[in-house]
């Protein structure tokens, strides 16, 4: 089956194009959820305060606040990750679905795909690459959620960030480019153990990245447009859904 825009990678901002183009578009993941990038990262984001540009961005941030995201200058997305779910039930979404090549020829892009109903073949004129891409990036962070309910304050050599939930503090622990997750985790672990009398809630299993003002251009006519570069999931949906009308 043909498609006008294939997009890797379930994100935030491929589900603002897949907002846009409907049916004349397919979006496939390797993971089983969507919009990992931001949720599964624990970067929750800042520039809530920036003007959004599109009808369904702003549609949504509405939806955020109904769901309970906000608590003044605080965020906490799992509180309306089902909502962003929903967004993609009448869209063309492959979960659990390893991308196994992407060839480039004159009619455009044939990306094979291996899931579930094993091996298939998808065409599209233009391919979109909306994941994380870590040679474009200069910082990356492995983060964990403290929780800090008995008021005490977590020491200032630690990065750190609040979101939703006035007892629990994000620690951003920044890793080597080259760490992998088992590496990065041990890292985690090394700071924990100096943190006495508080508990570790959770550790992301999605790094954050900091990427570049410019992101570089694929030699392989991809289009390379992370949606982890932007400052906030809504904004990320938002050039999302811009892009798709483009398109």
């Known amino acids: 089956m043909g498609f006008d825009v294939i997009v ?27 919009g990992y990038e931001f949720i599964n990262s624990l970067k929750f984001g800042h520039r809530f305060d920036k003007p959004l540009k599109t009808e369904a961005a702003r549609s949504l941030l509405e939806d955020f606040k109904q ?6 200058d605080r965020i906490c997305l799992f509180e309306c990750a089902p909502h962003f779910y929903s967004l993609l039930l009448d869209k063309n979404v492959l979960l659990n679905t390893e991308i196994i090549s992407v060839e480039h020829n004159d009619d455009g892009f044939t990306v094979t795909t291996h899931g579930v109903s094993g091996y298939r073949v998808h065409k599209a004129k233009t391919v979109i ?5 870590p040679d474009a990036a200069t910082e990356k962070y492995l983060n964990f959620i ?44 090394d700071i924990v153990t100096t943190l006495e009398g508080f508990k570790v809630a959770m550790v992301a299993d999605e790094f954050e990245y900091t990427f570049k003002n410019e992101i570089p251009k694929s ?28 398109l």
Do not use: H, W
């Open 129 to 133: 690459d909306t994941r994380s891409l």
């Open 67 to 72: 769901n309970g995201a906000f608590e003044g």
């Open 8 to 34: 890797l990678g379930a994100t935030f901002l491929g589900a603002g194009i897949a907002e846009a183009l409907g049916d004349r578009c397919l979006m496939i993941d390797r993971r089983p959820q969507a």
């Open 146 to 189: 403290v929780n800090t309910d008995k008021g005490a304050t977590l020491p200032d050599r630690l990065d750190t960030e609040k979101f939703g939930y006035e007892c629990d503090t994000v620690v951003k622990c920044r890793v080597n480019m080259s760490d992998g997750y088992q590496t990065a985790r041990k890292k985690v672990f």
């Open 219 to 246: 030699e392989t006519g991809i289009t390379l447009f992370p949606s982890q570069s932007y400052a906030n999931p809504l904004l990320a949906y938002d050039a999302g859904v811009i892009l798709g009308g483009e």
